[in-house]
């Protein structure tokens, strides 16, 4: 298996790749409490970017409501929490599956019905928005609001109920950063992921080689949502509330896909490189502002615009395939 | 012995315009069939409709013994019939062995398995040593190549070629002539192939039928074909025969 998964990648990417999760493993020994928070914020986005990238990357289906499956982990998992004490590795056992239900769903809906490009991306739109309205009335989860997870401080790291400091937030999302990073390479190895490619590149085509392509997509849908809703648990936990307004909000299914656009769509190594990259500068930006006492609310989003232009227009496919050029890579596979 | 393909009656209209108007015709297993006829005689509507493209409006096609018409492109596939497009849909942004790696893995579970099937299938092709080149950065004559392999790689019992000989030089028709008819006798795959290239097909097929306004206006024998008049009013021309 772990053969199979480093087989044909040069040897200077896997030192790269070992001195990155080296210093990722070790930086919170050395980071300050603000560098800590701002890695934390780096590895939930490049954890996010990599789970959209299945669908958008890998299966081509553009998906602009991922907040839904973000929210629907995090409210389930934080009710459960608060009415029953429930802890969230056992609410993940309800919040995952309700994500997963809902892109299913959704899937179904557009991919038997043939919808598909704009009008898909459209109705991911719908169906976050349509949460978000419901949530806004749903007392149970405190409706409009919020819903708030008990906090007081917390001496020891409970890890088990994810009661505890920011490291142990970052480590949680280190791990499934690297799990979600690893379970994407399988993913493109293995049969699913040349069928995913195929159906990106021409749905028709990959059909008349016998690929059943609902059946495809829906298998990307659902792993997509499933693997989103995880960072939702986590965003529950980490930020103890929960409103539907900001939750559901279709701003955060951008800041969910700005990584991936930025880093290389379809690639590996975008998701993550884009997150560092956009979160990165944008608080050295903010930090940097804040040091010379100018005050300019809304920055950080010209900082994107900014971004996404210069990527755009410098390099169309993200950073990533830039980057593997520059440092001989092109040959190899994503 | 029953016919690998039997196309019965088969008729499709768009609109006001019968594309396909009552066509029948068999190709035993292991012969290669050739559909000949002007633009817009109806060829390509009787592939699309023969791989699940279109439903046909009236008629039937059966394929080793079974209804396929009606059918989806994939399920089509999935009983053993690969197809290339008249205009070429490689995936562009694969390499060449990617594309063929996932015809390949229709039946094959393990990308090792099909990388291995897939260069089998590339040799034979000519396209090996263009294997890591992305799809999109091929010619025309070789993506024609490369569509054919990616269906040769889904290990099909019937294979259908829209034009793959269109735009290529004469020698390079020659190659591809020698190439299919390397694959009928050594692999026994049976092929339906629309061609305009005259050439090819006289080289080629063992039986050939014509269509004109979608109609089936003749069919037989080669020789029979080229000499018959109606043929050689509606498409050939005179000069061709003398």
């Not at chain 1, 998992?77 to 590795?89: D, K, Q």
């Amino acid at each position: 298996m772990i053969a199979r998964l480093v087989d044909g990648v040069p040897l200077r990417v896997l030192l790269l790749l070992g001195i990155v999760v080296a210093a990722l493993v070790l930086a919170p020994l050395v980071a300050s409490d603000y560098l800590l928070t701002v890695l934390i914020v780096i590895l939930y986005f490049a954890y996010l970017g990599q789970a959209w990238n299945i669908m958008m990357g890998f299966a081509g289906q553009l998906s602009l409501g991922h907040a839904l499956y973000v929210g629907l982990g995090a409210y389930t998992a934080a009710a459960l929490y608060v009415h029953f004490g429930i802890g969230p590795w056992i609410g993940l056992l309800a919040g995952v599956p309700t994500a997963g239900i809902a892109g299913a769903f959704i899937g179904y809906l557009a991919f038997r019905f043939r919808v598909g490009g704009v009008y898909f991306a459209i109705l991911t739109i719908a169906f976050a928005e349509f949460a978000r309205v419901g949530f806004d009335h749903l007392n149970w989860t405190g409706s409009t609001g919020g819903l708030f997870l008990p906090v007081k401080q917390y001496a020891h790291n409970d890890l088990w109920r994810l009661r505890g400091q920011p490291v142990m937030f970052y480590y949680v999302l280190l791990a499934a950063t690297a799990l979600a990073f690893i379970g994407c390479r399988a993913l493109l190895q293995s049969r699913i992921g040349y069928f995913w490619l195929a159906i990106r590149e021409d749905e028709e085509a990959a059909r008349s080689v016998g690929i059943d392509t609902f059946r495809y997509k829906m298998v990307a849908v659902v792993i997509s949502a499933v693997m989103t809703s995880f960072a939702g648990v986590i965003l529950a936990f980490y930020y103890n509330n929960l409103f539907p307004d900001q939750v559901f909000h279709i701003e955060r299914s951008i800041e969910i896909i700005l990584g991936p656009i930025v880093g290389g769509i379809g690639t590996l190594f975008g998701p993550i490189l884009g997150a560092f990259v956009l979160t990165g500068l944008a608080e050295t930006l903010t930090s940097a502002l804040n040091a010379l006492g100018v005050d300019l609310p809304g920055a950080k989003q010209v900082f994107y615009g900014i971004c996404l232009l210069l990527v755009i227009v410098a390099m169309p496919d993200g950073i990533w395939p830039w980057l593997s050029r520059l440092i001989g890579l092109d040959r190899e596979r994503p | 012995m029953s016919p690998l393909l039997a196309v019965d009656n088969l008729s499709k209209r768009f609109r006001g315009l019968v594309a396909v108007d009552r066509v029948s015709f068999e190709v035993p297993q292991g012969t290669i069939f050739a559909v000949i006829g002007p633009n817009g005689a109806g060829k390509t509507t009787l592939f699309n409709m023969i791989a699940g493209n279109f439903s046909p409006d009236a008629g039937t096609v059966s394929f080793a013994g079974e209804r396929i018409d009606g059918l989806a492109p994939d399920r089509v596939c999935r009983r053993g019939v690969g197809r290339t497009f008249q205009i070429v849909r490689p995936f562009p942004a694969l390499t060449v062995e990617d594309n063929v790696i996932v015809g390949a893995l229709l039946h094959r579970h393990h990308a090792h398995d099909a990388r291995a099937h897939a260069h089998a299938v590339l040799r034979r092709l000519d396209l090996y040593d263009k294997r890591s080149q992305r799809a999109s950065a091929l010619t025309l004559p070789d993506r024609k190549r490369l569509e054919m392999a990616r269906a040769l790689a889904t290990d099909p019992k019937l294979l259908l070629l829209d034009e793959v000989m269109a735009g290529l030089r004469p020698t390079e028709t020659d190659r591809m002539v020698s190439i299919l008819k390397e694959l009928n006798r050594e692999t026994g795959l049976t092929i339906l192939l629309i061609e305009h290239v005259m050439r090819a097909v006289m080289a080629l097929a063992a039986r050939i039928l014509v269509l004109h306004h979608g109609a089936a206006i003749a069919e037989g024998a080669p020789d029979e074909v080229v000499r018959n008049a109606a043929v050689i009013d509606s498409y050939l021309g005179a000069e061709a025969v003398t």
